[in-house]
Structures are given as structure tokens and as C-alpha cells.
């Protein structure tokens, strides 16, 4: 269509019917939402409409939806196993081959990482604990840990913006460990290559042997009755002394008879219980055997008991009291029934015996020796009492238990690079309730690696234990510093909050030179600093005066008082630092359950759930905002998650009986709108929105004429995008742009790309340029061919300035027609063209130039006009003619005075200096300030110079010179009389 029928068509669709105009519904906005519903996951568009099923898997198994910060990569739950599958679902694989059930995936906003909660097995049921994992290949580099002062359970993790933090769900508890029983639990410290330092460790042992499990073995011939009698009477108040000192003690009784005694050889009448309750009642219930010639058989009793008659906690200490007033009978029950055989189930049960003899030298218990070659290994004890005495039953039979000795067995395990000597080296053996001192001597190999971190673990067993009790295990950590850093040390520390906002912690720091030589360190945070509730790690570094830098950590965890529901952490993605932020909810918000935390777009705040309403937060933990609360047709709102654009969120809302629904809502304000029925845990995937901008300049051009294409593609979407550019050139336009792989395109990015192009044939040509499916296009006219010739005219710089970058002056001439001109010339007025610059001959479509330089050696300010002529056809005269303006300048220095006494001020202006040039001023002879620079800023300034009181007297002149900028010659003020300070010049202006 050309320009003269565009009247036409208005007239003809003004007189027209006008057609009926339905409303197009609005372009969704660059970003989907997804969704889990009915066990599949499904997107919908910004205005939920597009519902698309992304699953569709007749296992029906698929929840926790996440997509990568780029929209391309979808991350989910089937069956307890994460997926990582592009972002319309196809193409799914498992994230990595843990068996153990992973849910609630979260990436990290680089998309290489992916934080997930992993079920660990705790006793009858599981515990979640936070793990990331690389998403290439399913390897994992780490966990947030839970600190050492909580229980907790951590949950639905999600990553800040720049990926430096991520906000978790901690339901938590503070942790009551069992007290140390050494003194010198745990040492961390730097220690230099080749060095060794010394701790002092002393083991305390108990009374009783810790979470004992004790069986009374009670021989029940009628010989023994008054020593059942006394069990009976004294059991209540045995058990209570015992549990007094280990309240993990638990009881049982066995009885044994003589071989003759068919059904009472061996019988548990009570298996271990911790109830003084039942132990008692079944004692009194226990009878004696009337055959008071029958012969004892307890080696037999010890076997059972030892091996299969009780359960026995894993880590209990097992230690059996056997009451009787006669030596065992071998054989007479199983045939294997042998002090030898009991001797060696004790060993391998790690059963210690406690024997309570009558005393009888013939006839007691002992009196074969027979319990004394069974408590030698393990260790036990043989108490005696008097015959038909209760009391001297209990005290036998708690001295028997009290009196176990102890044995301490040292088991260290260092990394290679660390070693460590104690003194004794163990086992050690004593009485019970003494404490077992060991003097440990550490060494660091001349070959440890310099910054890395060597340990030691040291376990304090008692008893031939397997492994160390709860409170016995020593751990040493060294961190290895070279001979020439500092030596930088803090310790740990651990103090409880003084309010929601945590305490206030001073602490030491020390550093000294690889001499030994006391250094100042800086610490960050710095001492008396007030540290947030959970744990911050400080970092303390010193310099040496060589240049030497020395580091070391500790952890400063601040304890709350008795945390209560789930409160909202943030943690670095190493657990290094982690914050209770919801310690410091106050109104509206400031309650107990705090979940599903969500970070902002910018980083700046995070929406969560608490109860039944969705509130936001600043990460600092100010600025509390109820957004939606559980009123009308919302019900129970939660999980709520960020719009891209960062004004709103989206949220589920669900009856407990009832599918959730999508919501959205304005954070500033805003009312819930719906958005998709039968959808919960909304996860937002960003899209890109490319646009492709076709323009030429100019878009008419002559014959032959060039013509700038520029292609420029933009991205207004949220996610980058890859963009490959095509263009199309048409046969009139000769050139242009190329097309190309552009790269991604961030969100808010433009991308150029340009080329010049000629018209080549006459007439309106079209350009079009495509990423994809989006394409633009541009018209580009050219003009019929004619018979002309033209001239154009450029030249710089403008302006120059004298003494520095000469004018250079280009014409360029076109012959636009199809003739041959002849006697082509170019005549330019008062400058180099005089009278002509020839040219010659231009075929048809014909170029040519025509240079020449204008020296900068005065000032100029002049116009420059150049005339093209020739021999043949031009029927356009009016463009053989070009001008511009040729401008040199001089820069010029003033003085203010022409005289003045040394160690006086003179004052200078400049002018016509080029703007934005730095020069150095100074004085042609004589002593010049240093450095003496200035810059221009339009070109002129006004500035002071000194003149030295001891220098040299006469006539000098001001200088200014060049350094950075546009080019200039150097330039002097008028003459200036230096004169004594003594002399006035009263008559030197008047001789001027």
C-alpha cells in the first residue's frame, strides 16, 4: 500500500458498517503456576486458565512440586523418591538411588543444587533431617545440621534469591545430654606443623555401674530361708539406694534348687524391670523347696541367666548377684553345666558376678573357690554376711554391687598427622566412684598439611565395654597452621537468651607471630556483639608486621528458653550460622507454629504460615504483616508462595474434608481472588517473554544508498531464555545484519545486532527478523535510480585544539545515475582544494573520497565548503554541495598580576582548554608545585599557584601541558616578575 491510497482507506471504512467487537480476554502474565491435584501435577497460566496435566501417571503419587529459578526444570515427589524432569514433566529421572523416602525438593537459585528433607528411621518412627544435593548428578555435598543444644526436626526448605541463605521449618526442643563424666570433653584448637601440646583428663567413674541390669540369682533350698526372708524384707529398699544412684537400674530375680527338684532347677520369677513395684511382690511370692539334702546346681543358673533366661538392654552394665550358702554341682543338669563353661558365658556377655556367701569355710558358697575364679575376669566381688541377718543380707548384697572395681580402657583414633600418648596408657583398674587421671600428650606431624583440620576421638570404656558410655568420649580437633602464619585462637561459646532478639557475648581472642610474639586479632562479628538466637560462627584473623595472615573460627550459640512448636529458621546451606528468626516475632504475627517459609523475589522479606493465616516478614525479622487470615470463604490458608513480580503471593485454602483451592492475593492490601479449584502446593515456574524490534536508518534511501538495520531483541519475562536470531534479507538491500546465536537473554535484558545495507534495487523492501516464532519487520524504501551525483561532507575532531590532533577532512562522492561522468573534481573553499581536488572518472554507481588535513597549528574558527562538479548528467544538483564548520582552538593562561614577591599566591584562569582534559600546571622556571594536575571540566578553570620564598627571582611565565584527554600544545601565561619578599613593586605595573 502505497502513501496516496491511505486517504481512501479511512473514507471507505468510515462509510462502512462497524462490525461488532468482542473483548480480548487479557495476555497472561509471563509466568505459570503449578500444582498438585488428585495426586498429579498440573500448571495453569497467571489467570488459571491453560490447565495442564504434567504428570498423568496412573500411579497417582506425584506432590511437592518445584521449579528451577529459570522456569526450565521441574523437581517432585513419586513415592517418596525426588524426580528431576524438564519443566512439562517429560524426560523424568530420579535424583539420586537414596531407599530412604526424600520429599519437599528445593533448588537453589543457580539451579545446581537442590535442597530436600531425607526421613531418617528413629526408633518405631522417622525423623526429617535437610540435605542438598548437586541436581547433574544426584551426588550429595552436604546437610544442615541440627545444633548440638537442640532435638529437632527440620522441614520444607527454600532458598533466598543469591543463594547465601535458606529458610527452613525447625520443630525443635532443647537437648538435655547426659553430663561429661571427663573433664576435658571437647578441645579445639590450632596447633603449629612438628608442634605438641598437653591436656590433663580425669575420668569419673560412679559408684554403681552405669544402667545397670541386675539379677538377684537366690538359691531356695530350705537351708536359705531366713536369707529369703531378709531378701524380701530388704528388696524395696536395695533397689531404691541403687536407682537412687543409677535411675536407669533395672531388676529381675531368678531362683535356682538343687538337680533333684524337677520345675525348680531354674526359674525367672520376674525378668528385668525398672518397677520397685513388681520386684518386691514377686520376691514375696517366691517358696522355698522342702529337700534339704539336695545338691545346688547355680553354675547352671549363671549359664541360663547369662545367655538366654533375660533381655538385657544393649548397653546395660549386666552384673548378677547370686545369694546361697553352698558350692555348684557340675553336670547333673545339662552335661555341660561347669564353672569352666559359666566362667565363659559370663566373658562373652561381659557379665560381672557379686557373690554373697554365708561364710561357712566347708560348706559356704566359696568354699570350693569357685566364685572366686569366676570374678576374676570380668571383674567382680565376694561379700560375706552372717548367717540369719536381713540387714547383713542388704548391706552384703549393695556393698557387693558398690564395690565392682572400675576399669578404664583408653581407645584413641587420630587422622593421620595427629597423634597422641596417654599416661597410663590403660587399661586402668580401681575402686568405683574414684576418679582415673590420664596425661595426654598430643603431636603434630612436621608433615601435616598446612590449614587442614586433623582430629582425634579418644573413648574412656569401662569395663571391657564395646564402646564408650554417653559422656565418656573425648574429642580433639586441630586445625594445622603452618611456621610462618600467625597463630590466631578462640574457643566456643555457649550462653542463654536474654530475649527474643539473643545476647550479648564477650569473648577472648588471642594471637601470636610464629615467634611467639603477642598479636592484636580482628573478629567478625566482634566481641560484644549481640549474637541472634541458634548459632553464628566468628572469624578471627591477625597479621603479622611480615604480612603473615593467621585465622581461626568458633561457633557463639545462643540458647532460647524453652522453644515451643515450629519456628522458622534461617541457615547458611554449610549450617555454619543459623538464626531462629521467629524468636523475634512480636503482633500481629508473634505466635507459635510457624511454617512453609517463603522468600521474596528481592531477598528483602518472606511470607509463611502461622495458624490459620498467611503472614509476611522482613528477613530481619521486623515488619510483621498479617496478608490473609481463616475468615469467610478462606479457610485454614497456608503454603504460600511468591508471584515473580513480588506484589503478590499464592496460596491454598481447604476445609479439612474438602480438595484445597488456589488463591491470590495483593500484599499491599489486597483482596483474595480465586484462581483454581482442586489445587494445592503452588509452586511458581517463570517464563520468559522475548519481543523482536526490526528498524532501519533511514528507512528511504537513495539508489546505491546505505541504510543501518538494527535488530534488537528484549526480554520482559521473569526466566532467561535462548535466543538464536535469523534474518531475512530481501534482493533489493545488499548487506545488513547477520543472523546469530545470541545467547541467553536474561529477564530485563536487550540484545543488538546491526548491519549496513544498500539499496540495490529500487522500490519498498522488506527485512524481517525472527527469534523462533517471534519475528518483526521493517520497510526499507529505495529510491529510483536518477542522474546524480552527490557529495557529503565529514571532518574531525570538533574542535581541536592547537598544538595537538590535526583536522581531517574527508568527502565522499556518489554517482547515483547509470552514466559515466568525466572531470569529476572537488573545489573547497580556503582549505586544501584550491583550485580543485581532481578525481577523475565515476562509472555508474561510482564511489570515490577526497582527503586532506588541516594542520592544528593556529586557531580556526571557519566554514568549509566543498563544491563536487563534472562533466555529464546530474539531474540533482542541490546535494553536490556539502558544509560543516572547521573550529581549532588555542587554550590561553592569565595571570592576575604581573609581579608579586616570593612566597606570594598568584591567581590563573584558563580558557578554551578541551573539556575534560587533566593537565599538569607549573612555572617555565623556578620550582613548580607537585603534582600541580588539574581537570577541566567545560574547558575552563581558575586556580591558584604558589611562588616558592626561596625561589629563583626574575621573569617567568605559566605553563600548562597535556596529560590525559584530547591533545593540546603547551600553553604560557604572560610574563609574571618574581621579586624578594622585601621589595615592593609599587612602580612595576606602571612600566608594563
Known sequence: MTV?????????????????????????????????????????DSSGNARTNLTNSPREQQYDPAFSLDGAKLAYVDRGRVMIANADGTNPERLNNETLAQTQPAWSPDGTMIALVTWIPNGDGERPFIEIYRAADGVKTGGIPIPDHLSAED??????PDGRTIAITRRSSNRTPPPPQITQPATDRPARQGSTFDLEQVVHTPRVPPKPDVVLLIDISGSMRDELKGVQEQLGSIIGEVKTLQPETRFGVATYAGAENKGKVFTVDIPLTGSVEEAVKAVKDIGLVTDLTSREVWANALIESSTRAFEFRPDASKVFVIIGDEPTEERLVTGNDTVANAITELKRANVRVVGVDSGDAEVGLNSRGQISQIIVDPKGSLQKYVKNGSEQIRTAILDGIKDLDVTVTPMPRCDTGLTVELTPPGPVTGPSGQDVKFAEKFSVAATATPGSTLRCTIEFRLNNEPQAR????QTVTVRVADLVTPLVRIDNVTTQAQDGTGATVTYQASATTSQGQPLTPACTPPSGTRFPIGITTVTCTATDPQGNTGTDTAVITITAQNPEGSQIWLVSPDGANQVDLSSRFDD?????????????????????????RICTVNADGTGLRVIVEDAGTIVRPRDAAWLPDGTRLVFQSSDVEAPPDLWTVAVQNG?????ARNAGQPAVQRLPRLAVTATATPAEIPFNGKTTIEVAVTNSGFAPAPATLTVTMPPGLRGGPAGTNLGPIAP???K??????SGVTAGEHVVTAAVGTITSQVTVKVLERTGSLSLTLSAGPRPAFVGGDDVSVVFKLLNSSGSTLTDVRVVASAFGCQPDCPVGTLGPDGQAEVRFTIPATQAVDRELVGVVIATGPDENSLDNVAATQIVIKQPTLTVDQQAGPLGGVVSLLGKDFPPGAKLRLGWTTGISETPGEITTADGTFATQMLVFHNDTEGVRQALATALEGTRFGEVKSGDFLALPSTVQPSDFVERG
Not at 522441614?155 to 533466598?160: E, F, G, V
Request: glycine letters at 8%; charged letters at 20%; a negative charge.
Open 470 to 473: 554417653p559422656g565418656h568420649t
Open 588 to 612: 500481629p504475627c508473634g505466635g507459635r507454629d510457624d511454617e512453609f517459609p517463603a522468600w521474596s523475589p528481592d531477598g528483602m522479606s518472606l511470607a509463611f504460615t502461622q495458624d490459620e
Open 4 to 44: 496516496r491510497a491511505l486517504p481512501l482507506l479511512l473514507v471507505a471504512l468510515l462509510a462502512a458498517p462497524t462490525p461488532v467487537s468482542l473483548a480480548q480476554p487479557p495476555r497472561p502474565e509471563p509466568f505459570n503456576i503449578g500444582f498438585t491435584s488428585d495426586n498429579d501435577l498440573f500448571t495453569v
Open 671 to 675: 483482596t483474595p481472588q480465586p484462581l
Open 752 to 757: 543488538v545486532v546491526n548491519g549496513e545495507a
Open 155 to 160: 522441614t520444607q526448605p527454600d532458598w533466598s
Open 748 to 750: 530485563g535484558e536487550r
